[in-house]
C-alpha cells in the first residue's frame, strides 16, 4: 500500500522573488505618493520584467507538463562513494533566460529504519531525517549529473521532479511527472583484515570421501529446501536420518557456514553512534563473505538475522543478500531458539547495543563461536587498532539534515564479551 501523497500548495515565486516583488511594490505606491518619476520608473520597471517572466514561465511549465526525465541511480548504491545520479531527458526547448533543474527531495532512514504503511504514517519518520538534492542541465544538453550520497547505510525513499527556473532565481515553476523512488544504500567497505578459514573447522565438511563409498559420495544430509524428490529413502530408513542424492555438478557445494547476524538493539529512540555501529558491523559481516567466497567458491552460507534466514551458494545469492542487509534495521531483544551444540562452528557479528550477546554466548556453549563485535571507542580503553570514524558534518554536506533526537538517544557503552575467538572492530562518530 503506497503512502498518500502530500497535497500542498508551492508558490510559484521564490523567497527572493517573493522578497523583490513586495519591496517593488512598497516603492512603487511610496513613488507615487511622492510623484517621484524616478522611482516609479524603476519599480514600474521591475513589475514589469516579473510579469513578463512569470507569463513566460507559467505557459511554458504547462506545455513542458508531461515531461518525463530518465533518472537512473547507480547499482548497487554505496554509502560515502562519491558516485552520480544520471539524469537524462531534459534536452526540452526553453524560453532564454530559463533553465530546466532537477531536484530530489525526501527521507533518509539510517540503518534501515522501516517504515509501516498500515497507519497510513512512517514508523521511522521520527528517525528520517529531510534530504534534498538539485541539479540542471546546460543550455543545449540533455544529461546532467545529479550528486545524491548518504554517509551511512539505510534506506532513501524521496521522489525526483523537474523545476523551471528563471536564471535570476525569482521564480520557480513545476512541470514534468514527478518520480518515486526508494533505494537501499548499503554500507561503505572496510577494509579489515581477510579471515581464512579451515573447512573442517568452519562448519560441516562432506567432500573428504573415500571414492570406494560412491554412494556416499554423491550423497549428503537432507536441509531445509532441498527437493523431496532427491531424497534416497532406502539410505535414510537404514541410518535414521534423511540423506539427499547430490548430482555430480553440485557435490563439491558442501561445506556449510553458519552466520548469526545480531542486529538487536533499541528500535525506538536510537542514536547516531548506534547507527554507525550497525553499519560497521553490516560492512564487516560483507567483508567476511566476499572474502570467504572468493577463497572457495564451493562454501554455502547460512546466514540468520532477526528479520529472517537466507541461504548464499553463489554471486547472484550473495548480491542479493547485501541488498537486504543494507535495509535491516535494529530489532527489540527477544526469546531465541536454542541452537544446536554438536554442529560445527559459528559465526557470530554483533554490536555492543546487542544486550542479550553475553547470555546467547553463553547458551552456544561447548559449540566453537568466532565473534565479531562492533564496539565504540572509549577514553579509557585504548583501542588496538585505528577506530573507524563517522563526521556529523558529513550530513549537511550531502544535503541531509540529521535530527536533534540522534544526539539524546544516550551514549553506547562497550560491552564485555567472551568466545573462542573475538574480534574488536572499533567505531566512533565526530563532528
Known sequence: MALPRRIFFRPIFTLTGGAVIVISIVILVRSLLARNSYEIFLSAAALLLLLILA????????????????WKLPFPMTANSGENSVVTGLDARIPLFFRLHFVVRGRFFPAGIPVDTSAGTSAGTSAGCPVLAETSASRGEDTARLSLDFPVS???????????RDIFGFFSFSCGIPQRRTVKVRSAP???KNYYIKAQSGAEDRRNKHSSDEERYYMREYTPGDRFRDINWKSSDKI??????????NQEKVSKIEIYFRNYGSAN????????L???????LSHFLRNLQEQQSSYIFHVRAAQGNWVIEDTEDLDAFLEELAGLPFSPPRNEEILPANAGELYVFSTACDAGL???????????????????TEKKTAAVTEPEKLFISSFPAMGCIPLPQWFSG?????????????????AETKL
Open 55 to 70: 507569463v513566460i514561465g507559467s505557459w511554458k511549465s504547462q506545455k513542458l507538463k508531461l515531461l518525463e526525465a530518465g
Open 154 to 164: 539505510g534506506v532513501f525513499q524521496g521522489e525526483g521532479f523537474c523545476r523551471l
Open 190 to 192: 572496510c577494509f579489515a
Open 240 to 249: 535414521d536420518a534423511l540423506i539427499t542424492r547430490i548430482s555430480p555438478d
Open 269 to 276: 529512540k536510537v542514536s547516531l553512534q548506534a547507527f554507525w
Open 278 to 284: 550497525l553499519d560497521r558491523a553490516k560492512a564487516r
Open 358 to 376: 553475553s547470555g546467547f554466548l553463553l547458551a552456544c556453549n561447548p559449540r566453537p563461536v568466532s565473534l565479531f563485535l562492533i564496539q565504540p
Open 410 to 426: 544516550g551514549k553506547v557503552r562497550q560491552l564485555g564479551a567472551h568466545a573462542n575467538r573475538v574480534e574488536m572492530i572499533y
